[in-house]
């Protein structure tokens, strides 16, 4: 699977963006897809993960209540609403995807299999 992420950009404190992740390939019916970002010197860190066929989601506490996944299914491809933006959101943000990821292990990056270019997200006045 080969994922290509966009929709980075800056916004103001406050703002919203959205970003996007389409995947090409093949799939399984246990498809998993995760956003992780990196912010400059820090570690990777995982934002939140959906499961496909459950619709269930996994979110970092840092972002519940202010970010939203979805997917569609005909489009192939996983969404990352982002509202209430911070300066601590600024990143890197990362798409990934993998297969047969069980609940607990949402958020380890060694759970995707695939992973996207990355797209810049800036929080700035």
């Known amino acids: 699977v080969q994922l290509q992420a966009s929709g980075g950009g800056l916004v103001q404190p406050g703002g919203s963006l959205r970003l996007s992740c389409v995947a090409s390939?093949?799939?399984?019916?246990?498809?998993?897809s995760g956003w992780f970002r990196q912010a400059p010197g820090k570690e990777r860190e995982f934002v939140v993960g959906?499961?496909?066929?459950?619709?269930?989601?996994r979110y970092a506490d840092s972002v519940k209540g202010r970010f939203t996944i979805s997917r569609d299914r005909a489009k192939n491809t996983v969404y990352l609403q982002m509202n209430s933006l911070k300066p601590e959101d600024t990143a890197i943000y990362y798409c990934?995807?993998?297969?047969?990821?069980?609940?607990?292990?949402?958020?380890?990056?060694?759970?995707?299999?695939?992973w996207g270019q990355g797209t810049q997200v800036t929080v700035s006045s």
């Open positions: 990934a995807a993998g297969s047969r990821i069980i609940y607990s292990n949402l958020g380890l990056p060694s759970s995707y299999s695939s």
């Open positions: 390939g093949r799939t399984d019916s246990d498809y998993t």
């Open positions: 959906i499961r496909w066929s459950a619709g269930s989601t």
